[in-house]
């Protein structure tokens, strides 16, 4: 994978640098094997532009929808399929409620009166580092 000029693999170390201050910290990851002089520069240029990067899903808002915004085009000739609504594990529902409370508050969705439609959700745990 690159990333900003430099190859990364699995095995790399990677350095964390605090472009935030002492009460909230902004962590972000570099190559460890830089040289000194180079995590220096690098240091710099990312806490000059910090302002650029979205830390929270509410720094997102203000890029233009155009950009951000997902149509799911479907097929009108297609009758839609009804599915029975079924109970989730109670540790994946309030996983997903939290979820989905983050993304109502950034304005990312939007709360509908009236379904519809809809589709299960599929939860799928994040496997273990090893």
Do not use: C
Request: proline share 5%.
């Amino acid at each position: 994978m690159q990333i900003v000029g430099w190859m990364f693999t699995e095995d790399e170390q990677l350095m964390k640098l605090n472009l935030g201050i002492n009460g909230k910290p902004h962590m972000v990851k570099i190559n460890a094997q830089l040289e000194t002089s180079k995590v220096l520069e690098v240091e710099q240029l990312l806490k000059e532009f910090k302002d650029v990067f979205a830390w929270t899903y509410k720094d997102l808002k203000g890029i233009p929808p155009e950009l951000t915004q997902h149509i799911i085009e479907l097929d009108t000739t297609i009758p839609s399929t009804h599915q029975a609504k079924y109970r989730l594990n109670p540790n994946y529902a309030t996983t997903i409620k939290q979820d989905i409370d983050k993304l109502l508050t950034a304005g990312f969705i939007e709360y509908v009166e009236e379904v519809t439609w809809l589709s299960p959700i599929v939860v799928v745990p994040k496997k273990m580092a090893s």
